[in-house]
């Protein structure tokens, strides 16, 4: 079946960039997502891109996706402490009721 | 302010006895879900509602029930909980399920069955 894959962990320092990965599986997605989880609180829409765009940017969060390889990613620059979150990739093919998430990226930033 | 509101939070209960998590949405959506989110496994829909009165089982249905009387709640009952439900649920809505509508979430509710 279909399957949207993360690493689990990433630590950076503040100031950097930090670039979260997502691999997935369904070629016929539409729709791809980047859903923010704070601690205690639920997940919030961060961005999203449409299958047929390469690159999304917005204020400080670029979405790049390569379509042949299946690959999406989200790069934060100049990350903050207020950016330490899980960050969820999503797919989509046709409607919200059969989206596909991954397990979720926990982001550590340093000061 | 737009928000999907879930109660309780926190819950601890025994196994069995019967419950519900409330949710409310205050912006009109059509479309609401439930899920569940746990330790390597993620997020899995539970049940979701296209519009009032029209419900459908997502991924774990199993265990849960739902109702869709009004278009702003969507409780998820648990008629006899058991220990495997012990999880995080999020409730969540969105204006229809267009994938390019947003999808809002609760703030979620702890529950623990013991």
């Known amino acids: 079946g279909e399957d949207v894959e993360q690493s689990l962990f990433l630590s950076v320092r503040e100031g950097d960039s930090s670039v979260i990965n997502c691999t997935y599986t369904?070629?016929?997605?539409?729709?791809l997502y980047w859903y923010k989880q704070e601690p205690g609180a639920g997940l919030q829409l961060l961005t999203y891109i449409f299958s047929n765009m390469d690159m999304k940017q917005d204020q400080r969060l670029t979405v790049l996706l390569n379509k042949k390889d299946k690959h999406l990613s989200l790069r934060i620059a100049d990350t903050q402490t207020g950016d330490s979150a899980i960050y969820f990739c999503?797919?989509?093919?046709?409607?919200?009721?059969?989206?596909?998430w991954g397990l979720g990226t926990s982001l550590a930033v340093n000061p | 302010e737009a928000q999907v509101t879930q109660n309780p939070r926190y819950l601890i209960t025994v196994t069995g006895k019967k419950l519900t998590v409330t949710c409310s949405q205050n912006m009109n959506h059509e479309y609401m879900s439930w899920y569940r989110q746990d330790p390597g496994l993620g997020l899995r829909q539970i049940y979701y509602s296209m519009n009032v009165e029209v419900t459908d089982k997502g991924d774990v249905p199993e265990g849960y029930k739902v109702s869709r009387k009004e278009k702003r709640n969507f409780p998820l009952i648990l008629e006899s909980p058991s220990p495997n439900q012990t999880s995080l649920y999020f409730c969540?809505?969105?204006?229809?399920?267009?994938?390019?509508?947003?999808?809002?979430f609760g703030e979620g509710s702890w529950l623990t069955v013991v």
């Open positions: 969540a809505s969105s204006m229809t399920d267009n994938p390019g509508n947003t999808i809002y």
């Open positions: 369904d070629s016929s997605s539409t729709y």
């Open positions: 999503a797919e989509g093919t046709g409607n919200n009721r059969k989206l596909i």
